[in-house]
C-alpha cells in the first residue's frame, strides 16, 4: 500500500511538471503560441501572405514564374513585391472569381487578399475592402478578323461571351443590344470557346485580349470601352485593417522606388 503511494505521487507529480512546461511553453519561448504573438497581420499562416486568384488570366496571373508559387503574372509579381517588402513569404490559390469577387472567399477565411485584376466597385465595396488601386483598365471586343464584326452594333444575333460577375459582363449586358450574352466562369473557358466558334466575340478587359491578339493574328480587338475602371487588392471587410494599411503602404514604396514600373514595363509596356 505505502509502495502504491509513492508510485502515484511521483506519476502526480510528473503530471504537474508537464502541464508547467506546457504553460511555459504557450506563454513566451519557441512554442506555436510565439507565431499567434507574432501574427501581427491576422494572416491565415503566420509568416506567409496567402493569395486567392482565378487563373488563368494573363497577363495578370497564370501558372509559371520562380517566385515558388507555381504562379506569376503582374498581381502575382507585384504581390510577391509587397509580401517581400512585409517580410512575408508568399503563397497563391487558384479559386473561382465570382465566389471572390462577391466576399464569400474572403469572409470564409480561405486566404488574406484576393488578387484577380478586380475592379473597385461600389457594389463590390458593400463586402470587400479595397487596397489603393493599382492599376487602371478598359474593356474591349475581340472578334475573329474574317468576322464582319467591327463594333459593338454589329453584335445583335450574336454570341457574345463574358466572364461571369466582371465589369465586362455587365458593359455587355449594358451596351450589346439584341446580342446572346454568353457566360463563363474563367478566361480558361473563354478563349477556348472562341477558338472554337461557340462565341462570336470576347468582351472583357483589354489586357486579357490584347494577349489573345497577340497569340493569334486570326483575331483582332475591334474596340475598346473607357469605363474609368481601376483594379485593387480585395480583403475580407472590416477584418484586415492593419494588413490593408501595410499593404498600401507598401505599394507606395514600391511605386517611390520605381520597382512598381518595372514590374509594369515586364508586362505592358510592349503593348
Known sequence: MQRRHIIAGIALAAT??????????????S???DSAADNEYGLVEAGTLT????????????????????????????????????DLKLSVQDVGFDALQSGTTLAAGTCDVGASAMTITDERKANLDFSDPYYDSLQSLLVRT????????????????????????????????GAQIVQYPSDGELWPAMQAGQIDAILQDQPVNLEHEKADSAYEIVEEYNTDESYG???????????????????????????????????????
Do not use: H
Open 16 to 29: 504537474a511538471t508537464l502541464a508547467l512546461a506546457g504553460c511555459a511553453g504557450g506563454a513566451g519561448g
Open 31 to 33: 512554442g506555436s503560441g
Open 51 to 86: 493569395v486567392c486568384s482565378d487563373i488563368p488570366y494573363p497577363p495578370f496571373e497564370f501558372e509559371g514564374g520562380d517566385n515558388g508559387t507555381g504562379y506569376t503574372g503582374f498581381d502575382i509579381d507585384l504581390l510577391d513585391a509587397i509580401a517581400k517588402k512585409l
Open 146 to 177: 474574317d468576322s464582319g464584326i467591327e463594333s459593338i452594333d454589329d453584335l445583335s444575333g450574336k454570341n457574345v461571351g463574358v466572364q461571369q460577375g466582371t465589369t465586362g459582363e455587365a458593359y455587355a449586358n449594358a451596351n450589346a443590344t
Open 233 to 271: 487588392f480585395a480583403f475580407a471587410k472590416g477584418e484586415k485593417a492593419e494588413l490593408l494599411d501595410a499593404v498600401n503602404g507598401a505599394l507606395k514604396k514600391l511605386r517611390d522606388s520605381g520597382d512598381y514600373q518595372t514590374i509594369y514595363d515586364t508586362y505592358f509596356t510592349a503593348n
